[in-house]
């Protein structure tokens, strides 16, 4: 595809027209140079390995559901004025495709990973059946009254967490929350009210955008999909470098560098011309994608500041 | 600078036709190194440019707009329009930090989910406006004017897109920080050009924060200095191919703005040719020579006749 051709398939599908197929055709290349190329890691296909059936799937899949469902494409288009943006943009909404894809999957158990927190002992609760309202030993003890709108307000200002770990062993566990972060999760939204279980898992859902009309997939077709290599062999962590490197930003590559020299936020923010907020943005970025690599995360990103120093040198 | 698709960086070419980004980002570099080269060469290199649409934004519509300092758009409602000058409100693909000082766009206004940041909205010059990608409603336009004055006037928004931010440990903070930060290079334009009401003082001011000197520039520093200073008349004392040169080479945008502020330079500073000999004055020091009175109306045409021919050498 030329600049010309991008140009007239970007008017086109501006003024209201179907994408033309030569556009469609740069996505799927986009797809399978991600692919081939270790861009995407094996862990976010659909089979657990990349083929070309996988790739297919996924293209399939991102056109159906985010570029043409959600408009996406649309909005890619508008803000992409050349060939080597849009490419840019299609890959990082596949690859966002892709990691949402993996949510539902993880949310099936989340009901009752929550119950038996909430019945470990350490909680209070009063009423009885799925109207039982639970709160912490020492309060509040009155019921939290606001509305879907006040309930995530409650569960964003609990700050940051790291959800989903894609490796083999984590993978069977399907944490969404880790047994930590839920614990953290819970006790922060009892501080604000009793609940209910159901409400607490609401605001899990409303906090990490888990959709309930997408399917929410099944522990042994989970198990059936992660073919996934052995974590510690080199080709998987070499694969894993790669993907990692994709998946940063510039400026996430900068942040992971100066943080790992210990360099404070403020004088980081300095250097690369941004506030110390964005900083922090950047790391809660990075450490997404380093919870996603789940055990291998410590050997990849040992590898990727090698590389980035190296290549600095 | 973003960085370049995955793709071109496992191009055949990408090593030379990457390489003034490579430069500088350690992050493709590894990525080069690493990946095996498919038989395709790189995208074809962006040429950035400004726009120059002959129609204007008017508000109600939503456009793209574009900066130098960026290879992507940004789209943006138009709330208020003129020829310098354009007020908007940016429009995000990525609505999940919403808060209450947001609006979120139902996918039937634009073709998808959108955030409006209210809080981030402010001007660009007409010149970064590139083309209309979509119309609001007067109902939808109603919406954004009364989120925006009501923001600005430390009032609830009436119809907020997300919950309120309660605390600072909520990542929606830093989330809109990095927002803010990425949205600097789309106002940096018209920013630069509101820091005085003269050229020279804005072309000063540049300069400085580029850490540009008037010999870097290749300009006599004596004319120019006082010309930044607020002190002299471009209209005599620099001709105009120069000045659009500078222009050009301190990366302020050409606009309109660019010259409103030259006629501004030249208007306050312009003396007729012929009110140069004015009668001598009883109480003139002697060795000093006579200052000519201003011919406001000869400073205006000056003024317009220098704008114009900065005008057509800047191509706008």
Known sequence: MTEADYAAARSVVLAGGDPPSMLLADCRRSVGLLVSNAGLPAHYSPYGVWNREAVDEVFSDWIAVRAVGRGQLRAILQRAPALKVFRRMVETSVRQHLIDGLKPSQAANLYERTVELLSSGDFGSRGSGTGKLWHLADGPFDPFDGDDRQLLAVAWSLGAFEVIRYDLEARKLSPLLSADDLERFVVGMLSAGSMTAATVVRAVKLRFALDDDQPSGDLEDALHVIAAPEPQSAPVIAELVTATLAELSQRQARVLMGTSKEVPGRELAARLGCSTGTISNELRQIREILTRLGADAPYVLKEVLDRLFQDDV | ?316
């Open chain 2, 1 to 316: 600078m973003t960085c370049p698709p995955f793709s071109d960086l496992c191009a055949s070419d990408a090593a030379t036709a990457l390489a003034e980004h490579l430069v500088g980002c350690s992050r493709c570099r590894a990525i080069v190194a690493r990946v095996d080269k498919t038989a395709e060469p790189a995208s074809q290199p962006i040429t950035v440019h400004a726009p120059y649409s002959a129609i204007r934004p008017r508000a109600g519509d939503v456009w793209t707009f574009w900066t130098s300092m960026a290879d992507e758009y940004t789209v943006g409602a138009v709330l208020d329009a003129n020829d310098v000058e354009v007020l908007i409100i940016p429009i995000l693909m990525e609505a999940t930090w919403a808060a209450d000082e947001d609006l979120v766009l139902a996918q039937d206004v634009l073709g998808y989910v959108a955030l409006a940041p209210v809080w981030a909205g402010d001007h660009v010059l007409a010149e970064q406006a590139v083309e209309a990608v979509d119309v609001l409603s007067e109902k939808q336009l109603g919406m954004f004017r009364n989120a925006y004055e009501a923001f600005f006037a430390g009032e609830p928004l009436p119809e907020p897109g997300g919950p309120p931010v309660l605390n600072d440990d909520d990542p929606r903070v830093a989330a809109h920080a990095a927002i803010s930060d990425d949205l600097k290079a789309l106002y940096s334009p018209w920013s630069l050009l509101q820091v005085a009401d003269e050229l020279g003082p804005v072309v000063a001011s540049r300069r400085a924060d580029l850490g540009v000197t008037l010999d870097d520039l290749g300009v006599d520093s004596n004319v120019w200095g006082a010309f930044e200073g607020g002190e002299s008349d471009p209209y005599v004392a620099i001709p105009v191919p120069e000045m659009a040169r500078v222009v050009r080479e301190i990366g302020l945008t050409p606009s309109r703005r660019v010259l409103d502020l030259a006629r501004a330079s030249v208007g306050a500073h312009h003396i007729g040719e012929n009110v140069t000999g004015a009668p001598a004055m009883a109480r003139r020091r002697r060795g000093v020579s006579a200052r000519g009175r201003r011919d406001p109306e000869r400073a205006r045409a000056a003024a317009d006749q220098y704008a114009d021919a900065l005008a057509k050498e800047l191509g706008l």
